[in-house]
DNA sequence: CAAAATTAAGTTGTGCACAACTTATCGGGC
DNA sequence: GCCCGATAAGTTGTGCACAACTTAATTTTG
């Protein structure tokens, strides 16, 4: 009894039971909290990713980030974030304009109405915390955790 | 300092910001540990998700489980599992049949090669394990954290 | 037993993710 | 000033996820 996870390589061991792979339980956890987002972010007209998108505007109002920047924020190219970006744009959330000085950056900035979005979802992290039942030291303790291996990962895959 | 995560509901404190949530942590983790999967799986010409169905099939090989069964096992829909397993289907690996006493169900079998391909993914939980640079007791410490957030949300789903 | 409600699988449409590729622009070296 | 490698964004194609719907078989119920 102590091959969890980890396991010696046989086999006939439990290594390959889906409930013992951390992986299973990190895939089903995301899904699980994307659909305590889904209808909450429905009434503002998001997915959630696009609400991470709005994350990185608003905490820079200023700044426009190019596709580029908020790509390196989010771990997304610009496979994802170009079509994304223009839904986001068709809301009437966001803009893209290309950079002067570098014709081939574009930089997103927030509109009027991306800026007031920020105080209507306001309560949604609250909402989200209460649904996964942890208290503040679990989730601060599970958010470092999960930092540190995807933090480890990128930095093997560096070099 | 201690609006951390869950704060207190001001459009001026961090709570929207990126870093601090835990739902981007787990969001990031998980894409980072597919991302691990990735060349792993693709030497045996499967994705993370066809992995997991085949992980099911292999707990019990002489089972056939319908396609609700898988779901169940996995959380995912038929609108998800229908094309992928005939992907599976298409690679050799699984047979589906329309079950002989109630015709709506569809069992979904291992064959040989399906069987066989159990031996040869055989390391991938060592190498997954290895790559998150976590020790087995808190690689069950988190698994276990991530099963009871996930259990937590679908428990109140289904009030 | 026949109509209605339920269940199972599949289909359609949308939106990520990501690989591979294209197009356009930029910067450095000659 | 021009070529060349690098860079930025976008496009195309594949495979999930999931909502909403369809079709077919089964079960429930009047």
Known sequence: MHNLILGYGSAVTDDLVLRRQVCFALYAASRALTDVYRPILDEFG?????????????????????????????????????????????????????????????????????RALRQQVDEVPLQIARATGLGITELVALRDTLTRVTDTIHRQKEQ
């Open 46 to 114: 998001l997915t959630y990713p696009q609400y991470l998108v709005l994350l990185v505007l608003w905490e820079r109002p200023d700044d426009a980030p190019t596709v580029s920047e908020l790509g390196a924020e989010l771990r997304l190219d610009s496979g994802t974030l170009s079509p994304l970006l223009k839904r986001l744009e068709g809301a009437g959330l966001v803009v893209r304009r290309r950079s002067a000085r570098d014709e081939r950056r574009v930089e997103v900035g927030l509109t009027e109405q991306g």
